[in-house]
């Protein structure tokens, strides 16, 4: 059985940082699509960053410059570094595994058909 474990989330200061992690377990998915995707409250959920199977990256605008993701297949280890929070940033995040393998969906889309999903870590950023 797959299992996505998300950990890292917290409260900070606008400016502040965080680090994500996403332990997976009861697979071996190294060559499918990983992200991670954010829901604010009382909005949808939105893309975030993903990688690929080469180590490809795709970041949101909003986060481009300011979230690196990365992975480590030694420990089926998802990561998201997050620079520069911002109040915006206030949401839960999940971090997801695409089923098939191939190409990550577009960043634009917050719910991917066929995605494995972890039960969130929650992120709060006060200014």
């Known amino acids: 059985q797959v299992q996505l474990v998300e950990s890292g989330g917290g409260s900070v200061q606008d400016g502040g940082s965080l680090r994500l992690s996403c332990v997976a377990s009861?697979?071996?998915?190294?060559?499918?699509?990983m992200g991670w995707f954010r829901q604010a409250p009382g909005k949808s959920r939105e893309g975030v960053a993903t990688?690929?199977?080469?180590?490809?990256?795709t970041y949101a605008e909003a986060v481009s410059g300011r979230f690196t993701i990365s992975k480590d297949t030694a420990s089926d280890t998802l990561y998201l570094q997050m620079n520069d929070l911002k109040p915006e940033d206030t949401a839960m995040y999940y971090c997801?595994?695409?089923?098939?393998?191939?190409?990550?969906?577009?960043?634009?889309?917050?719910?991917?058909?066929?995605?494995?999903w972890g039960q969130g870590t929650q992120v709060t950023v006060s200014s």
């Open positions: 009861g697979y071996t998915y190294y060559s499918n699509c």
């Open positions: 990688i690929d199977m080469d180590g490809e990256t």
């Open positions: 997801a595994v695409d089923e098939f393998a191939g190409p990550c969906a577009d960043i634009s889309n917050g719910h991917p058909i066929g995605y494995i």
